[in-house]
């Protein structure tokens, strides 16, 4: 239960304003509505009768057609305060006569009423009865009547039904009944503050100054004043509990006597004791209500300072990486166990280091809840010191074996990587004699080509004008000498006439095609281009498969194997050109060779069915990778082969024409010079697929 935040003596005179204050406030606004819903029932009955008077009064002035007299009578109630609006008008809602002069003649509809009255006006000439309503916001009352005006000539009884207003204003009488109101209240708030007074000054004399003083003895006795007394006279009940108070105050002062001596005796006996006896709470913080002198040796603080967490709390020194784990191991131990033990460092007062071991046990109360923990705690600090020397030399004898390990696993894994390096070497360099070679060749070859090629336009020209020239002189000479004709019927001039431009034409065919060789030679090794830069993937298949062209070609002992091109839309790719080119020749003679060696060739009718072929197709893999898979119809790669494909030296060719170094370099080259990624997609039986993805621009990698 919480306890009241101020002293009754102060508490009980606030509650009582407070419920005094209320209950005026309660009693003001009551009297106030009583005193609004009085004024208006008043109001309405005066004016019903106020108006059915009136109503009457103006039937009679009109009956005698005194119409000066009527205009008086709405004049007069003008003068009365509390009307605000009186008007009378025709059977068409046009004002005849108002309090107000500027409403005159004028139709109800043109003046701020509410637009609600046209339509009371209708009902009231219905009925022929008047009406008194209170208006929505409560401050006036209106009364509608019927008037019957003036008959024509040769009623009887007159038609002509008028209406008859009257506003009444109830703020004026409202703020009366207001102030009226406020002036009762006022009175009964002042009565009842003075009877509030009287009961404080009653219950401080008789209940809340004895109680106040019974309080400031048992505070004083509970910070130690053992022989402080409460003194309150009389015979009621706070005196009782005086009395009672006192008499339990003599008997805790003689037990404490008492349990000082057995501490102190106890203190004598637990100082003899190896390591620091304790006792805890079971609490948050753990305070300790005893610890002997001995942790003064081990923690370097006093005892005192122990003692209801009074200057340290003990959890406080334990070592910031143990505190963490004591608490865990207490939480969850010394519910399910009375005992325990427990080792862990301290922090001592000097700020050196401790190892000490805890060993205690909980005590329960008849539910089975901790109240307490009484243990003991030792120094082990030289213990410790001793086993970590041992732990020490073990893990050396450790660390040197598994120095020894590493050492032998570091040699064997420089192996692998000479060996590695060596195959690029070899691979590298061939591939760069390979490059050279090609280049010389191409180079040497470009020359006289573009010399030929260049100079076949003007033999084509000159022969043209000789042609021309020729026949210019057989329309001129018609009739050679015999000689002549006898030179160009054995030379057949005709036929040379129509075949010189057709040799021309295929020599410049020719020459064009050998530079087209030239170019894709020149390509392919790229001697030029060991940096990074965009290349057209497409040029680089087509100038490997130019060089490859005389293998894939029909030979004596196996058919002719058919590229097919499945080249996708793809944009300039940053690579290192030559190097990529390199992996193509690698996978492509690898398939060739496949294909020129399947034993699966049994049949005629199989060869015919399923001819030799090589499907290269490039695509967009990913918004920012390019795909190159190269597929054969070959016999496949088992499991166990596929497994060591791409290791340095495996190869399943004959001694001599294999190195098995390419796939080994080719995936190199894909995975770790571009950052991309080389697969073997093979079944025995179904063909091997070499799929080769990098990224369009050398920086995604």
């Known amino acids: 239960m919480k306890r009241f935040p101020f002293p009754l003596r102060f508490s009980i005179p606030v509650i009582l304003l407070i419920c005094g204050s209320l209950l005026g406030l309660f009693s003001f606004q009551r009297e106030v509505d009583q005193s609004y819903r009085r004024q208006e029932e008043q109001g309405m009955s005066n004016l019903k009768f106020s108006t059915n008077q009136i109503s009457g009064m103006l039937e009679y002035l009109y009956r005698r057609g005194d119409v000066e007299e009527v205009e008086i009578a709405i004049s007069k109630l003008g003068s009365d305060r509390n009307i605000r609006l009186a008007l009378l008008c025709d059977e068409h809602n046009t004002i005849i006569v108002a309090t107000r002069y500027e409403l005159r003649n004028r139709p109800v509809s043109e003046i701020s009423l509410p637009s609600y009255l046209p339509a009371e006006f209708s009902k009231v000439r219905e009925i022929m009865s008047g009406e008194v309503k ?13 008037v019957l005006l003036g008959a024509k000539p040769g009623e009887v009884r007159p038609s002509r039904v008028g209406i008859l207003l009257l506003e ?16 009762r209240s006022t009175e ?14 009653f219950f401080e004399k008789t209940l809340t100054g004895r109680a106040a003083r019974l309080v400031a003895a048992s505070n004083s006795f509970s910070k130690g004043k053992l022989g402080d007394r409460a003194q309150l006279g009389g015979s009621d009940e706070l005196a009782q509990i005086a009395a009672a108070f006192n008499q339990m105050a003599g008997r805790i002062q003689s037990h404490t006597e008492v349990l000082q001596e057995s501490e102190k005796r106890f203190r004598t006996l637990v100082s003899n004791l190896p390591g620091a006896v304790y006792r805890s709470v079971f609490d948050a913080d753990w305070t300790i209500e005893f610890i002997s002198d001995a942790i003064a040796e081990i923690s370097g603080y006093p005892a005192t300072d122990f003692i209801n967490n009074r200057v340290v709390v003990f959890n406080s020194i334990i070592h910031p990486e143990d505190a963490e784990m004591v608490e ?94 060596q195959a690029q ?84 065919v020719g020459t064009g095609r050998i530079r087209e060789i030239v170019l894709s030679l020149r390509n392919f090794s790229r001697l030029d281009e060991s940096d990074v830069k965009e290349v057209n ?10 060089i490859l062209q005389s293998a894939v070609k029909a030979q004596a002992n196996f058919d002719e194997i058919e590229i097919v091109k499945n080249y996708g839309d793809l944009p300039p790719v940053e690579c290192y050109a030559g190097q990529l080119n390199q992996v193509f020749m690698n996978i492509l003679s690898n398939a060739i060779y496949a294909l020129h060696n399947s034993e699966d060739q ?100």
């Open 537 to 546: 993937i497409h040029e680089g298949l087509d100038s490997t498969l130019l």
């Open 425 to 508: 070497l070899i691979q590298t360099e061939k591939m760069s004699s390979l490059g050279q070679m090609i280049a010389g060749v191409a180079h040497e070859i470009n020359n006289p080509v573009n010399f030929i090629h260049g100079n076949i336009a003007y033999v084509t020209q000159y022969t043209q004008e000789l042609l021309i020239f020729l026949d210019l002189y057989q329309q001129e000479y018609p009739n050679p000498s015999h000689k002549i004709a006898a030179f160009i019927e054995d030379s057949d001039l005709d036929f040379i006439k129509k075949d010189l431009p057709k040799i021309l034409d295929s020599m410049k």
């Open 602 to 701: 049994d049949s005629n009718k199989q060869k015919i069915n399923f001819p030799s072929q090589i499907i290269i197709t490039t695509s967009i893999q990913e918004p920012d990778w390019v795909k190159i898979s190269i597929k054969d119809n070959g016999p496949g790669i088992d499991d166990a082969v596929k497994a060591k494909i791409f290791d340095p030296f495996f190869t399943t060719k004959p001694v001599g024409r294999g190195t098995g170094l390419g796939l080994s370099i080719s995936y190199q080259i894909v995975v770790d010079k571009h950052g991309g990624r080389l697969e073997c997609i093979s079944k025995v039986g179904e063909g091997t697929e070499f799929a080769i993805e990098i990224p369009i621009a050398k920086s995604l990698s």
């Open 168 to 183: 009444y204003d109830l703020l004026l009488v409202k703020q009366q009944a207001y102030a009226d109101a406020l002036q």
């Open 328 to 421: 865990e191991i207490l939480d969850q131990i010394i519910l399910d166990q009375p005992e325990y033990m427990i080792e862990y460092r301290i922090m001592r007062q000097d700020e050196s280091v401790r190892w000490v071991s805890e060993k205690g046990q909980g005590i329960f109360n008849e539910n089975g809840e901790v109240m307490w923990l009484d243990g003991v705690i030792f120094d082990i600090t030289n213990r410790k010191g001793a086993e970590a020397e041992l732990h020490q030399t073990l893990q050396l004898k450790d660390e040197l074996a598994a120095t020894a390990t590493a050492q032998a696993q570091q040699l064997e894994q420089t192996l692998q990587n000479l060996q590695q390096t």
């Open 188 to 201: 009964t708030s002042i009565g009842l503050a003075l009877f509030c007074v009287i009961v404080w000054l």
């Open 134 to 146: 209170l208006s929505q916001n409560r401050e006036s009352i209106r009364a509608i009547y019927p």
